[in-house]
């Protein structure tokens, strides 16, 4: 079973070459959007923690379709080139002021998404009380820009403090359930909170 899903992992990759990603996670979103309809044409996304670039690029080529803009932000360079022409990209910590200011000029978003992650260190606890930080702020960003009936997805790591942001979302969306895509390798343990028609 950990062999089949590890292969079909490596498979994602080569199929994320073979279409022109930097990164497998594309299929993560793929899933994520097929399941829960995140975003349509014309929205106006926030992509944090974006880089290399994968999700940006799916969201310019298969869901606004040149309708719309992507506001794409990571502390690397994205690695497309060219830059697709819906996306403005910032290099910077998302949650900096410098940074928020700039957010907010484009904002406020039909979706905000979030694939953002901490350098993993190995230890276990470390990883995931990081990975619970930028969740929050990312559901903070999201409270102050997002637009009413807008759509959230964060990626946290298991362990972190999930079930109490899972019960904060459920609060403030009509509907929050979390969502583990086919396409996350079979020993991570990321997974994603996904906020439904912010209220
Ligand atoms: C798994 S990668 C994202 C992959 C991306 N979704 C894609 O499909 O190409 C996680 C990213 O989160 C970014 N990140 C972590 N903390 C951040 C922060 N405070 N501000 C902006 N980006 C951050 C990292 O630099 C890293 O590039």
Known sequence: ????????????????????????SVYKLEEIQKTNRIMKPGDTVLDVGAAPGSWTLFVHREILKGKGQII??????????????TVIAYQG???SKEIREKLTSHGQYDAIISDAAPMTTGNRSVDTSRSEWLAEQVVMLADEQLKKHGNLV????????QETILKDLRTKY??????????????SFETYLIGLDKK
Do not use: W
């Not at 089949?4 to 279409?19: F, L, P, V």
């Not at 794409?72 to 022409?85: F, K, Q, R, S």
């Open 72 to 85: 794409a932000v990571d502390l690397n360079p994205l690695n497309l080139n060219p830059i697709p022409p």
């Open 174 to 187: 009509t509907k929050a359930r979390t969502s583990k895509p086919q396409a996350c390798r079979s020993d």
């Open 1 to 24: 079973m950990a062999n089949s899903r590890r292969d079909k992992a490596d498979s994602y990759t080569q199929k994320a070459h073979k279409e022109g990603y930097p990164a497998r």
């Open 154 to 161: 964060i990626k946290i790591f298991q362990g972190g403090g």
């Open 93 to 95: 910590d998302a949650f």
